[in-house]
């Protein structure tokens, strides 16, 4: 009897209308177009600009553009895996009310955090519900309003966010297709580098944390850089190694979109053409916990049943990783 793998079987994806291009943003706060698009690859960002939506409207959005390309009845779903970081509030689960509001009224649904690693670990958590055979159909969506927790003053992480949504469908496959192996990694030595200093249990919201801007995205960009250009790589290297491929065989990298330069880093390091590496990080910018499903759901015209597929990520915390799928339709 062969084993069950974790394949997906369809992929959605959602951004908002409204775009922020750089030279919006030469408006905005003292930069250029071409001071951001040769050090982070970025052109424009999509934001929801909407009053009262927040990352649940993008997964909604995501979740159905999957439901009605897949023709998938919404009470087939055993589970909903919601993957952001920026939920709609705190306490309740975003996910929950993304399952409800798309008719899963048969799943149960929690919220995965872990920054920009959020979607990857989550194929891992999907994967094994899978491979338990416990459950036949899980959703996992990717999805974060960035411009919620960004300051439109601070130069260093306003041109890099912006918001979106994506989501996969995960089905046990009889082909050996699907997940084939992960690498994912934490060190807690990052906290520092990239957070939100006010609003959790350390420091509650006051009118100080507000008045102080401690609600809003920090990010120490070169201790961020540096540890995402070598983890980044190496674990994407790693699973290469680990199961015997070349860059001949590798069809496709799928890499978390921060930054061309860590892209290319790991591109190199895998020793693979940019004809190979997904990106759109120039139309989207950072997406967080969007990137991968966005790269799969503009991507997804080429790609073939058979295809090896690297997906690598790296988030705050620190939180980064690297897995190995098979395409599988």
Known sequence: MSKKTAAITAVGGYVPDFVLSNKLLETMVETTDEWITTRTGIKERRILKE???????????????????????????????????TPD????STGAYVASQIGAKNAFSYDLQAACSSFLFGMSAAAS???SGRYK?????????????IDYTDRTTCIIFGDGGGAVLFEPNDEGLGVQDEHLRSDGVGRQFLKIDAGGSILPASEETVK???HYVYQDGKSVFKFAVSNMADVSAMIMERNGLTHEDVNWLVPHQA???????????????????MMNIHRYGNTTSATLPLLLHDYQAQLKKGDNLIFAAFGGGFTWGSVYLKWAY
């Open 212 to 214: 102080n801007k401690q």
């Open 259 to 277: 930054n061309k330069r860590i892209i290319d880093a790991t591109a190199n390091r895998m020793g693979l053409d940019e004809s190979k590496v």
């Open 89 to 92: 509030m705190p306490v309740a």
């Open 51 to 85: 009053e009262g939506k927040g990352t649940s409207f993008l997964a909604i959005k995501a979740a159905e553009d999957l439901i009605e390309k897949k023709g998938l009845d919404p009470l087939e779903i055993d589970l909903v895996i919601m993957a952001t970081a």
């Open 137 to 149: 159909k899980v959703l996992l969506i990717g999805a974060d309003k960035m411009s919620s927790i």
């Open 129 to 131: 519900y899978i491979e």
